[in-house]
């Protein structure tokens, strides 16, 4: 059996091109016109390997069935929706989506995501080697109360001994920036290291990622201390004096 996947979304026709051309690359699919009965089956078979979601999902909005996704599951999750409105895009991915594709679907470019989402690390995911030595951590914010810290090799980041719990894409944009401390990364730069070499994406989605993993990380997310823009530039890790 291949890689799980599920499709959600109430074009019945756009679903079943998808399960079509994903089947005969190998993926198990499963599909459903409802976002309710897309979130029981991940209550009761746990989460697949990779999700898309239609804007259009039945009486439950996109977003919703997004964000209820994320309060349980680390799964990677693609968009699809015939509106290229930014509104709708900045509202998916801050729903907790990684990726956005706009109608009309090309297959090759939907299968190509599917495959760079699924090449991405699995938060939390221990060493294959258990006498392997601890993971080193990066102190982004030394707070005496609740220090900030990174660990890129445990999948962890965590304020104090809190848990914050990134998605895949917050977590590789984070390693990616604290890899090079001081240095302006630019977008297109996180775009390819962060969603993978050759991933056909949009710039926008290296903002709105960055914006969320600012309101879980940052003290005051309108005012950033640790990832901060560089106008013009990129963004740029700031470490610690």
Do not use: Q
Not at 91 to 98: K, M, N
């Amino acid at each position: 059996m291949g890689a799980s996947l599920m499709i959600v979304g109430d074009d019945a026709r756009v679903r079943g091109d998808l399960r079509v051309a994903l089947e005969r690359e190998g993926y198990d699919v499963d599909e459903t016109a409802a976002a309710e009965v897309a979130l029981e089956r991940l209550r009761t078979y746990g989460a697949p390997d990779v999700m898309i979601v239609d804007l259009l999902v039945g009486e439950m909005d996109a977003f919703t069935c997004i964000r209820e996704v994320r309060r349980a599951h680390e799964v990677p999750i693609m968009v699809v929706s015939a509106s290229e409105d930014t509104h709708d895009v900045v509202a998916a991915l801050e729903a907790g989506a990684d990726d956005f594709v706009s109608k009309p679907l090309a297959i090759k470019e939907i299968s190509a995501r599917v495959r760079a989402l699924r090449r991405r690390p699995h938060l939390g995911a221990l060493p294959e080697d258990p006498i392997a030595e601890p993971p080193a951590e990066i102190v982004l914010d030394p707070d005496d109360d609740a220090p900030l810290v990174l660990s890129p090799d445990g999948g962890v980041v965590r304020r104090g001994d809190e848990p914050i719990p990134l998605t895949i894409t917050e977590f590789r944009l984070l390693c990616e920036l604290a890899a090079n401390p001081g240095r302006v990364l630019s977008r297109t730069l996180l775009l390819e290291r962060a969603w993978d070499e050759g991933f056909f994406g949009d710039e926008r989605l290296v903002d709105v990622h960055v914006r969320r993993l600012r309101t879980k990380i940052e003290s005051d997310p309108s005012d950033p201390r640790i990832v901060v823009t560089v106008r013009g530039l990129g963004y740029r890790l700031d470490m610690p004096r």
